[in-house]
């Protein structure tokens, strides 16, 4: 399988790491040759149509940050340009999320799907705001879309529903859809500090991102349930359709009365027949939504399987590649079927 990698950033390093460590497991396994034969960033690409040496890719990108400087191999030229001419299977998108436009990524898939390339993608922005245009595009050029890493990162929930329950009735899905909120809270409730104060020591620590607005505002959890709801229960939303409150109004007061009930907060998104909403919510002490830390959990409501509940972690550049590689295998697994 020869794949065009755009995006050489954390992500795309990850996955570039994954692949290379991957390799002889990957063909063992699955008689997959997983080959990146183009390498894309802002400075331009490292193409070769026999494979790039990842661990060079890899080591060029972390001394020079361009891949342009990859010897013999970089060029200047546009990711278009590269989509369009490059001989691939797969694309890999991994470029930075813009959840305002979507773009430049939604262009990248879009051109990918028209030149006969299945693409996957961890990349969020487009998917929450342009998944029926995506969709189609996909499927009238007969080629695969796959996504899971943009909502759980090495968490399985679109492929579980999709695969593992496929013939339930998926009444709802719930979740906690963003580690920094949950560890921000987390941290609230254990060590009894206000919201201002353990943000700051979290960015101090690299935990939380310089910029936390999309985290903290509830944005980045909205995205996700978007992408859930027209994925997994068919509806046709954008993130402008959920209603959003995030956590900077939560005290460790209001942590420590929800304790003394025998509850504490959250930060829950929600899908239902009636409901597409991001907020900070009640949840027992004892609860499987109740995890610590940076975890996240979803939990499906359904008519056969009743609840199933999974958690994992939901960021990071190796949890996100796995989620990446996994959408690679099925791939021809599926065209195999």
């Given at each position: 399988?020869?794949?065009?990698?755009?995006?050489?950033?954390v992500i795309?390093?990850?996955?570039?790491?994954?692949?290379e460590e991957?390799?002889?497991?990957l063909?063992?396994?699955?008689?997959l040759?997983?080959?990146v034969?183009a390498?894309?960033?802002s400075?331009g690409a490292?193409?070769c149509?026999?494979?790039l040496?990842?661990?060079?890719?890899?080591?060029?990108k972390?001394?020079?940050?361009?891949?342009?400087?990859?010897p013999?191999?970089?060029?200047?030229?546009s990711?278009?340009?590269?989509?369009?001419?490059v001989?691939?299977?797969?694309?890999?998108?991994?470029?930075?999320t813009?959840?305002?436009?979507?773009?430049p990524?939604?262009?990248?898939?879009?051109?990918?799907?028209?030149?006969?390339?299945?693409?996957?993608?961890?990349?969020?922005?487009?998917?929450?705001?342009?998944f029926?245009?995506l969709?189609?595009?996909?499927?009238k050029?007969g080629v695969t879309f796959r996504?899971e890493?943009?909502?759980?990162g090495?968490m399985?929930?679109?492929?579980?529903?999709?695969?593992?329950l496929a013939?339930n009735?998926?009444?709802?899905i719930k979740?906690?859809?963003?580690?920094t909120?949950n560890y921000i809270?987390?941290?609230?409730e254990k060590?009894?500090l206000?919201?201002?104060t353990v943000?700051?020591?979290?960015?101090?620590?690299?935990?939380v991102?310089?910029?936390?607005?999309?985290?903290?505002s509830g944005?980045?959890?909205?995205?996700?349930?978007?992408?859930?709801a027209?994925?997994?229960?068919?509806k046709?939303?954008?993130?402008?359709?959920?209603?959003?409150?995030?956590?900077t109004?939560?005290t460790?007061?209001?942590l420590?009365?929800a304790?003394?009930?025998?509850y504490t907060?959250?930060?829950i998104?929600e899908?239902?027949?009636?409901?597409?909403?991001v907020g900070?919510k009640?949840?027992?002490?004892?609860?499987?939504?109740?995890?610590?830390g940076?975890l996240?959990?979803a939990?499906?409501?359904?008519?056969l399987a009743?609840?199933v509940v999974?958690?994992?972690?939901?960021?990071?550049?190796i949890?996100?590649?796995?989620?990446?590689?996994?959408?690679?295998?099925?791939?021809?697994?599926?065209?195999?079927n």
């Amino acid at each position: 399988m020869k794949i065009i990698l755009v995006g050489f950033g954390v992500i795309g390093k990850g996955v570039a790491k994954v692949i290379e460590e991957k390799k002889a497991h990957l063909m063992e396994k699955y008689s997959l040759d997983l080959k990146v034969v183009a390498i894309c960033d802002s400075s331009g690409a490292a193409i070769c149509e026999e494979g790039l040496d990842l661990k060079k890719a890899l080591e060029i990108k972390e001394k020079t940050g361009k891949i342009i400087n990859y010897p013999e191999k970089g060029k200047e030229i546009s990711i278009l340009d590269v989509i369009k001419t490059v001989d691939a299977d797969v694309i890999v998108e991994a470029t930075p999320t813009n959840i305002e436009t979507g773009e430049p990524a939604k262009t990248y898939m879009l051109e990918g799907f028209k030149n006969g390339k299945h693409v996957v993608t961890a990349n969020k922005g487009p998917l929450a705001l342009h998944f029926k245009e995506l969709m189609e595009c996909a499927n009238k050029n007969g080629v695969t879309f796959r996504y899971e890493a943009s909502v759980g990162g090495a968490m399985p929930i679109i492929n579980l529903a999709k695969e593992t329950l496929a013939g339930n009735d998926i009444k709802s899905i719930k979740g906690i859809l963003n580690g920094t909120t949950n560890y921000i809270l987390t941290k609230m409730e254990k060590e009894k500090l206000d919201f201002n104060t353990v943000l700051k020591e979290a960015q101090e620590l690299g935990i939380v991102e310089t910029n936390p607005h999309q985290d903290i505002s509830g944005l980045d959890t909205a995205a996700k349930i978007a992408i859930l709801a027209n994925s997994i229960m068919n509806k046709n939303v954008t993130i402008k359709d959920i209603k959003i409150e995030g956590i900077t109004r939560i005290t460790p007061e209001a942590l420590e009365m929800a304790n003394k009930s025998g509850y504490t907060i959250k930060l829950i998104g929600e899908i239902n027949k009636n409901k597409l909403e991001v907020g900070p919510k009640l949840v027992p002490l004892d609860h499987p939504l109740n995890v610590k830390g940076t975890l996240n959990v979803a939990m499906f409501d359904t008519d056969l399987a009743k609840e199933v509940v999974v958690v994992g972690r939901g960021a990071g550049d190796i949890e996100t590649s796995s989620a990446i590689l996994s959408d690679l295998i099925n791939i021809p697994l599926k065209e195999k079927n």
